[in-house]
C-alpha cells in the first residue's frame, strides 16, 4: 500500500477520558508548534485528534518531561491557576502514562510505515 506524503506527515489518533484530560491540562503553547493548543483545548475526544509528526514528536517530549519531573507529577489547575504535584501512583499520572505510551507507540509506527531513523527527542 502506498501511502501518499501527507498522510505519511501525520498523525490521527483519537483521544478520550482521564487521558483527553492529561493532554489538555499538558498540552500548551509549545512555541514551537503555533495553535496546537488551542486545537487541543478544542478537541472533545469525538473523532480522530490531527497532529503533524513534528508535533506528535513535542507532545511526546513534553509529556515525557512531566512524567520524569523528580518533585513528582505536576497537575496544573488554570482556572483559578495552582500547581500541585502528585504521587507517580496518582490516577492522574498513570492516565498520562497511557497517553505517552499511545503517542509514542503511534510515533514508532509513524517512523517504521514511513522508513525514517528515529529522530524524535523520547528515543534515547
Known amino acids: 500500500?502506498?501511502?501518499?506524503?501527507?498522510?505519511?506527515?501525520?498523525?490521527?489518533?483519537?483521544?478520550t477520558?482521564?487521558?483527553l484530560v492529561e493532554?489538555?491540562?499538558?498540552?500548551?503553547?509549545i512555541p514551537e508548534c503555533p495553535r496546537l493548543d488551542r486545537r487541543i483545548q478544542r478537541y472533545e475526544g469525538k473523532g480522530p485528534l490531527v497532529v503533524s509528526l513534528d508535533e506528535l514528536e513535542w507532545l511526546i517530549a513534553v509529556l515525557?518531561?512531566?512524567?520524569?519531573?523528580?518533585?513528582g507529577y505536576p497537575c496544573v489547575e488554570y482556572e483559578p491557576w495552582k500547581l500541585e504535584y502528585v504521587p507517580q501512583i496518582d490516577e492522574r499520572c498513570i492516565a498520562c502514562?497511557?497517553?505517552?505510551?499511545?503517542?509514542?507507540?503511534e510515533s514508532d509506527r509513524l517512523f517504521?510505515?514511513?522508513?525514517?531513523?528515529?529522530?524524535?527527542f523520547h528515543s534515547q
Open 112 to 120: 517504521e510505515v514511513a522508513g525514517r531513523n528515529k529522530r524524535s
Open 97 to 105: 502514562k497511557q497517553l505517552y505510551d499511545k503517542l509514542k507507540k
Open 1 to 15: 500500500m502506498k501511502i501518499r506524503k501527507k498522510q505519511q506527515d501525520e498523525c490521527r489518533i483519537v483521544v
Open 23 to 29: 493532554l489538555k491540562r499538558h498540552a500548551h503553547q
Open 64 to 71: 515525557d518531561a512531566v512524567l520524569n519531573d523528580p518533585k
Open 17 to 19: 477520558g482521564p487521558e
